[in-house]
């Protein structure tokens, strides 16, 4: 069974630094790209980025409100995938998804995870 | 960017109904059009993908279809589980974008 599991999130002030984890099992986790998708309380979903798989250069693309800030990546080894978060911002508050891309079905986003929230705050 | 617009925002129906939201793209999408249900709470789920498969252990109830950049999913009738949010997804080019959602609740 594939399960996904986010932590890492919590209460941070503006301006500091937070990483996310998103725990892998019940798939080849080095084969899938990952994606990172977050909402805002209230609101609507948001893409924020995903890397690639290692076969594909594990590269990144990200959302133009985060790029500069967010920093996906992976560890195959261990079957998690990271966002780090800098230079938080109030409107990043938001819960944050992780997601597995099904480059079998036309890259969507077939399994996700619970969440797990973070609010930028004083 | 690909903007995707969805309506209705909201809808109130009756358990039985049929029931048709619309996606449409501002450009030219082939068929990379997702849709996810999401429950107060919960993580969204995939329904659809690729504009009109159903995703393994979806009911049949659910369907998908695409004209040109306009895209349509029906629940033929709805049941109590159904009554959720709705939105649609593009995976045809980065920044993969959603749309604005829309909510059906009970009549």
């Known amino acids: 069974e594939v399960q996904l599991v986010e932590s890492g999130g919590g209460l941070v002030q503006p301006g500091r630094s937070l990483r996310l984890s998103c725990s892998a099992s019940?798939?080849?986790?080095?084969?899938?790209?990952m994606g990172w998708f977050r909402q805002a309380p209230g609101k609507g979903l948001e893409w924020v980025g995903f890397?690639?798989?290692?076969?594909?250069?594990?590269?990144?693309e990200y959302a133009a409100s985060v790029q500069g800030r967010f920093n996906i990546s992976r560890d195959d080894s261990k079957a998690i995938a990271y966002l780090q978060m800098n230079n938080l911002k109030t409107e990043d508050t938001a819960m944050y998804f992780c997601?597995?891309?099904?480059?079998?079905?036309?890259?969507?986003?077939?399994?996700w995870g619970p969440g797990s929230l973070v609010t930028v705050s004083s | 960017d690909i903007q995707l617009t969805q309506s209705p925002s909201s809808l109130s129906a009756s358990v039985g109904d049929r029931v048709t939201i619309t996606c449409r793209a501002s450009?030219?999408?082939?068929?990379?059009l997702n849709w996810y249900q999401q429950k107060p709470g919960k993580a969204p789920k995939l329904l659809i993908y690729?504009?009109?498969i159903l995703q393994r252990g979806v009911p049949s109830r659910f369907s998908g279809s695409a004209s040109g950049t306009d895209f349509t999913v029906t629940v033929s009738g709805l049941q109590p589980e159904d009554f959720a949010t709705y939105y649609c997804?593009?995976?045809?080019?980065?920044?993969?974008?959603f749309g604005p959602g829309t909510t059906v609740d009970i009549k």
């Open positions: 997601s597995r891309e099904d480059y079998n079905n036309d890259y969507s986003f077939d399994y």
């Open positions: 019940g798939f080849t986790f080095e084969d899938y790209p």
């Open positions: 890397i690639r798989s290692r076969v594909y250069g594990g590269t990144t």
């Open positions: 450009q030219s999408i082939s068929r990379y």
């Open positions: 690729s504009g009109s």
């Open positions: 997804q593009q995976s045809y080019s980065v920044p993969f974008t």
